[in-house]
């Protein structure tokens, strides 16, 4: 199997990998891996994995519907193989992208007003 993309979000690790020409998404749980093949995706799987790795971001980090336009942009930019990390300061939040073709970096910073 060959990592297309490694996606680590604090206690979330999703992988979209290549097995013998299938795309699988495995995903790690407490030890556990579930793995399930990505349907649908025909010869061209760059765009299909875009999409899930994208809706699956979207899901962990309520992100607003615009920003993941952005950032599927960007990772069209990328390229792969692309690891995705998230990193936590103090009221921000840090998600890193790392492609054959550069680096991207999504800040969300928090702010409480009273």
């Known amino acids: ?3 297309i993309v490694d996606v680590r979000l604090g206690d979330y690790h999703g992988e979209w990998v290549l097995d013998g020409g299938t ?19 025909g010869e061209d799987y760059a765009n299909c994995i875009i999409e899930d ?18 950032v599927k ?5 990328l390229g792969f ?5 998230l990193r936590e300061e103090v ?11 550069g680096n991207a970096r999504l800040v969300i910073h928090y702010q409480l007003i009273s």
């Open 23 to 41: 795309i699988k998404y495995v995903e790690h749980i407490d030890g556990d891996v579930i793995e399930a093949e990505l349907e649908g995706c």
């Open 91 to 101: 009221n921000t939040s840090i998600i890193e992208f790392r492609g054959k073709n």
């Open 73 to 77: 942009a960007r990772l069209k930019v």
């Open 53 to 70: 790795v994208v809706k699956r971001l979207g899901d962990e980090l309520k992100l607003p519907r615009s920003v993941l336009g952005s």
């Open 81 to 85: 193989p692309l690891v995705i990390t």
């Open 1 to 3: 199997m060959s990592s």
